[in-house]
């Protein structure tokens, strides 16, 4: 997984690299929302570019995207596509209890609080 400490800039994006680093601090079984995860990573209003960041992640960063879902827990892909299936899945095995394609209210949190 991706180590701020260790890892030197890979794109040059600033954005994009705060927004993985805020997604490598989603605790397994805890889920975030696109636009938690913006505003954590120093860019509120910008869910959209959350969900781009983690589209363009280079695979190799092994980042834990499937705990980032939609508002109000909703898994963001179509519910017959393999995205939507394997996310769920990802998340059942950390714990997270998935129903109807949304997360259960006390798995997702808030990044931005302390």
């Known amino acids: 997984m991706l ?3 260790r890892t030197q ?4 994006n600033a954005a994009l690299e705060a927004i993985w680093y805020t997604v490598c601090a989603i605790p397994r079984g805890q889920v975030s929302t696109y636009g938690a995860v913006a505003r954590a990573a120093g860019l509120p209003g910008r869910a959209r ?3 781009y960041a983690l589209r363009v992640a280079p695979p190799s960063l092994k980042l834990p995207w ?3 879902v939609g ?3 909703r898994i ?3 519910k017959s596509s393999r ?10 095995a950390e714990g ?6 949304r997360v259960a209210a006390s798995a997702i949190t808030d990044l931005a609080e302390p």
């Open 3 to 5: 180590d701020p400490a």
């Open 83 to 92: 995205a939507h299936a394997e996310q769920a899945r990802r998340l059942r």
């Open 9 to 12: 800039s890979l794109t040059g």
């Open 71 to 73: 508002a109000g827990g």
């Open 76 to 78: 963001a892909f179509p």
């Open 66 to 68: 499937h705990r980032v």
């Open 96 to 101: 997270v209890a998935v129903r109807a394609g």
């Open 49 to 51: 570019q959350a969900g």
